[in-house]
């Protein structure tokens, strides 16, 4: 592994000039952060860790979204799409993970703005200031940033004016235990990250099995529904639910909900514990999970305390990887780990599913000058994001980076209107708690403008 050093000399009277925003990650709002940094004026470069755009997307991307198109483009990138002839979708269809990369998310980075900029195949190790790490202050805010990115071709260390962190959760799963630590023992492909094929390419490693799924969230509904599919054609699959709180599911079965793909998930799951084809485990707390020959053994506080099925899902929700963050000075709420101004807003344990003003720079800040957080990893460890939200995040933070600080609080959110403010499936009235696993996939929140954004809309909001 060879390391290359690309940083400019220590004595330039501004260290700053001429040096990129970094964006990490080249997801939905990585690339809109890179749309709205260039219109701007700003020079950008995204690291993106996979071979292609929008790497997390594809993995889920048999799954349909809940949010028709007209809510998951970017103003920013549909204006740089317009002019090549691109052909918006039609704004009311709901569109699966690879409709979104195929006729959204690859387009707008083949854009010739955006094209140049991205780089793919560099994973982004760590971030810190060029020659400083957290503990020394004198000069940090003229500093540039340094970034360690690891190629197929060795090591990198680049620097930048500016770092946006838009690298998402879905490579983070949380633990399957209700204590939030991975299970002891090596249980290798017995448990399956969420949201597998289950009806395309991962088939075979359910057909005729004893399947377990853990998370309260539309991860797992999902995830059931299509178990249910697919055992209805081969005979022995045998489908359990294991949920964190108690009672019977009610997940977004609710006809008023603005975005009617979400309640119909939530009806469907409901009707499936319903006529007995998916056996719902409640309060069922995971405290162990071991190799049991080929199968596993799963141990919870409540009975039965140990069912052993052939594989697992894991669906209990995601939570951001921050050892890459490790030298900058984040301020991070301590439940959630979402920015400390932002987290009571979009907290559901405080909310109680109440509205949740647009946010922008002020909410997003850090201690570190010049450094955010945005898109899915700022939520933390909440699941209530949405990609509109994430959009105008970045918006306001490329308004910050360019001096334009009042357009940068001049926030406004227009969201889908809904009747419902609660998906928890595990049968508490409120949100559940976010701390917590399953409390956290199973829980929605509402946003909703702030008093001065018009329309005085809503919507709920999960993944
Ligand atoms: C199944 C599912 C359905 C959803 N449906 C909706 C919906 O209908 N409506 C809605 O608004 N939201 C929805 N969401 C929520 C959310 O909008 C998506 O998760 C969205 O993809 C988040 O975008 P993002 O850009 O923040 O992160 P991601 O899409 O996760 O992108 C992050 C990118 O960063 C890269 N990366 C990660 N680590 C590094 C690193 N260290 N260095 C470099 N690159 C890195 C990844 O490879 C990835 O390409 C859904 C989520 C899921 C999982």
Redesign the pocket.
Known sequence: MTLTLTVPPRADADRLTGLPVAV???????LAAAAHLLEQGLPVVV????DQ?????RA?GH?R???PWR??IDDAARRLLEPTGWTEPRRSSLPT?HDLVAQYLDPLAQTPELAPVIRYG????AVSRLGMDRTRSTGRADTPFLLRLHAANGVEDVTARAVVD??????SPNPLTAAGLAPAADLGDRIVH??PDVLGADRARFAGKRVLVVGAG??AA?TLIKLAALAKDEPGTALLWAIRNAGTARLGADAADG?AARGQLGSNVHGLVESGQVEQLASFEIDDVRPNGDQVAVTGRREPFTVTVDVVVNATGFRP?LD?LREIRLGLDDIVEAPRALAPLIDPNLHSCGSVPPHGVAELAHPEPNFFI????SYGRAPT????T?YEQVRSIAAELAGDHQAARDVQLVLPETGVCTTDVGGSSSCGVPATNEAAEGSSCCVAPAPAAPPASSSC?T?
Do not use: Q
């Open positions: 990490i990650g080249a997801g939905p709002v990585g690291y993106e860790a996979g755009v929008g790497t997390s997307v889920w799954t979204l809940f949010s809510y998951v993970g560099v994973r982004v190790d838009t690298s998402g959760t879905y490579t969420a949201l539309h991860s999902n975005l990887d890459i945005a898109g899915m990893k994001f949405l990609l509109l994430g909001c993944n």
